[in-house]
């Protein structure tokens, strides 16, 4: 899903990899006012080159106003060029 705002998810899942360059997730890239719970991503992360957005996250990329509860990421988040910050993770902000 890229953008979510207000719609409330459970049980869901993401296996694919994902790739782009603004609000990169695993699972959701933007999710404003919602909640998300009971869901996963295990997904390989990648925000492309030359981007100068850093919302990116294994499971979400930018979270604004919203709830994550019981939910995982396993893949791998990495930028593709030389700005590889060391603060990606589950959600970036």
Not at 23 to 30: A, E, Q
Not at 48 to 74: A, K, P, R, W
Not at 78 to 86: I, K, V
């Amino acid at each position: 899903m890229g953008y979510n705002e207000g719609a409330c998810f459970y049980s869901r899942y993401s296996t694919g990899a994902v790739t782009g360059n603004v609000d990169v997730g695993g699972l959701v890239g933007d999710n404003a006012s919602a909640t998300v719970s009971n869901s996963y991503s295990t997904g390989s992360i990648t925000r492309n080159s030359g981007s100068t957005d850093t919302d990116i996250g294994g499971f979400c990329g930018e979270l604004t106003s919203s709830t994550i509860e019981y939910c995982y990421s396993t893949g791998s988040v990495d930028y593709t060029d030389a700005e590889n910050p060391s603060d990606k993770g589950f959600v970036e902000r």
